[in-house]
């Protein structure tokens, strides 16, 4: 058994212990409080990040042609002038596949102990991440130490703890015997040898750009694939600290650095198709818009594609005990990470003539104006604010925001107004607070699709069930990675379930009390695969299961007369 896997061997059982059964763990701090960790390790994370600014990424490989680099913080509006090796795809490949006979031919455990061991040190490095993840995808310093940091790295190790279990599945050997008419008995000797499918090229997220990194990686390595992490050009730099991370341990455990390389790009000559399209490109993972994860599933023959990327997520609200709660449970979704998660609620679907609360009937506009005045609670101290929204990582975000306000504002719509925010300590940080516009299913041009950031829609159906189907039928068709459903009425929530399950969606009830954009490793199984925000899920069996095949070899020693058997 190789060294690295005794070394975090009750890590991995842990993980699979909490797989196993489904409860609340995580193998890293989600709290960044130096009340926790003392004042040196925050302080040296950021040192070394603000030490990465302007200067050359230090990572040798193989290929380069240039230097590239074009993050812009969202913080200060300044670049942060780092630079990445820029590859030429046939060197970086030719390079790559020198290195992956070795790496097939190590034992399941030598592979799962090296991605520990990665998973580990990427680890200690989460303050350095959470600086970078801040200043590049937007997100509060708190929700990148937790959300890009430790959440993160527990889906890496769910995955991992998914690939060590397929791999256990088939064992190394067998010897088959069977009887075949009356002349003896045909022995076999069969040895099972797991192949890898080849090499793997994963495409980051811009505003989690470690959320898809980490089980990716985790889950084509261990099974035998080298990986190419695709960064987005807003956001190279937490891509970037874990493909160094993993060079280093792949080399000192004595394999090619290459089998984990970095290819950065630029917006204006992306990269993305030339590594997706190369034959020896034979998995693709890819996190993002549901346009090119479209694109994606139907364009790449030959080749195992994994996306997950994002839908319609709803809230149909039939009925409460505490309206309060639940506005407030639904207008944190709207604000937390400017609405930049593929979990944030967009569409809230209330009956026009309201909603029964307490017994009492709560006109809809008593209900619309509810959420927006939870809103502004949320928002109403600076600093709190700032942790919970973040910014917008890119102008285009903004754009967005402007566009829908546009089209509100012309037609008198816009229940809650968008405005920019001050973060405290960062003067010029790109901000935004939620836009909330009244809509009807006349509307559903509006809503029927993602509408990136913080953009939400109160949507007045005809009743509880049109609001239901109206949600569902969204759900099915555009897809849905979190929907909720408030109601007093259990038969209705019966019939809530059973219609969003039937739309491939998951379904929270009553959720209050607690951020319900929240999805946990090892617990949920998040996104379905059955509606067209994504077809794979983070994770199961099905996620690494087909990232490697099996081949047999037949021996058969000489057969035996059954006269003397």
């Known amino acids: 058994m190789s060294a690295l896997f005794t070394k975090h061997q009750d890590l991995l059982t842990k993980a699979l212990d909490a797989c196993s059964h489904r409860y609340a763990w995580s193998g890293w701090p989600e709290n960044p409080s130096s009340k926790i960790h003392g004042e040196e390790k925050p302080a040296a994370g950021l040192a070394r990040f603000e030490a990465q600014l302007g200067q050359d990424f230090p990572l040798v490989q193989p290929g380069e042609v240039a230097r590239v680099g074009e993050e812009v913080s969202p913080y200060t509006g300044e670049p942060l002038g780092v630079r990445y090796p820029r590859a030429d795809p046939e060197v970086l490949f030719t390079a790559i596949n020198s290195a992956r006979p070795a790496w097939a031919a190590a034992t399941p455990e030598a592979r799962v102990g090296v991605c520990l061991e990665i998973l580990q040190r990427c680890g200690e490095q989460l303050f350095e991440n959470a600086h970078a993840t801040m200043h590049t995808s937007g997100q509060s310093y708190v929700m990148a130490f937790a959300g890009s940091g430790a959440n993160a790295l527990d889906r890496g190790l769910e995955a991992l703890a998914y690939a060590h279990k397929a791999m256990q599945d088939v064992p190394a050997t067998a010897h088959w015997e069977r009887k075949f008419g009356r002349d003896g008995v045909a022995s076999l000797d069969k040895r099972y040898r797991l192949v890898p499918r080849g090499i793997g090229v994963v495409i980051c997220c811009a505003t989690f750009p470690l959320w898809n990194t980490y089980p990716a990686l985790c889950a084509s390595l261990a099974t035998g694939n080298p990986v190419v992490l695709k960064p987005h050009p807003a956001a190279t730099l937490p891509v970037a600290l874990v493909a160094r991370v993993c060079r280093e341990v792949l080399a000192e455990a004595g394999y090619d650095p290459n089998l984990v390389t970095l290819a950065a790009d630029t917006r204006a000559d992306p990269a993305t198709l030339p590594l997706i399209q190369h034959p020896d490109t034979a ?170 950031g913080p953009v939400s829609f109160i949507i007045a159906n005809a009743d509880a069930e049109a609001c239901l189907r109206d949600a569902t039928g969204n759900a099915r068709d555009r897809g849905a990675i979190t929907s909720h459903v408030y109601s007093t009425d259990a038969e209705f929530l019966a019939r809530a379930v059973d219609a969003y399950h039937a739309a491939g969606a998951s379904v929270a009830c009553n959720l209050t009390g607690m951020p319900i954009n929240f999805a946990a490793a090892y617990s949920d199984f998040h996104v379905t695969g059955l509606n067209p925000a994504g077809n794979a899920c983070l994770a199961d069996l099905a996620f690494v299961s087909n990232r490697f095949r099996i081949c047999l070899l037949y021996t058969s020693p000489s057969p035996r007369d059954l006269s003397t058997s």
């Open 283 to 452: 998995i693709i993972d890819f996190t993002g818009s549901p346009r090119f994860g479209s694109w994606l599933e139907q364009n790449c023959p030959g080749k195992q594609v994994y996306t997950e990327t994002a839908g319609c997520n709803s809230v149909v609200l039939e009925s409460t005990d505490d309206l309060q709660a639940t506005a407030r449970a639904v207008a944190h979704s709207l604000c937390q990470a400017s609405a930049q998660m593929c979990t944030s609620v967009q569409n809230i679907h209330v009956p026009a003539a309201g909603v029964r609360v307490a017994g009492e009937w709560v006109p809809h506009a008593e209900v619309a104006a509810a959420i927006c005045s939870a809103v502004d609670g949320w928002l109403a101290d600076p600093r709190a604010a700032a942790t919970l929204c973040g910014t917008l990582f890119d102008p285009a975000v903004q754009s967005n925001v402007d566009r829908y306000r546009q089209l509100a504002a012309a037609q008198q719509r816009i229940l809650r107004d968008s405005a920019p925010y001050e973060n405290p300590g960062f003067p010029a940080a790109r901000t935004a607070t939620p836009l909330v516009i009244a809509a009807s299913e006349d509307d559903r041009d509006w809503y029927r699709e993602e509408v990136f």
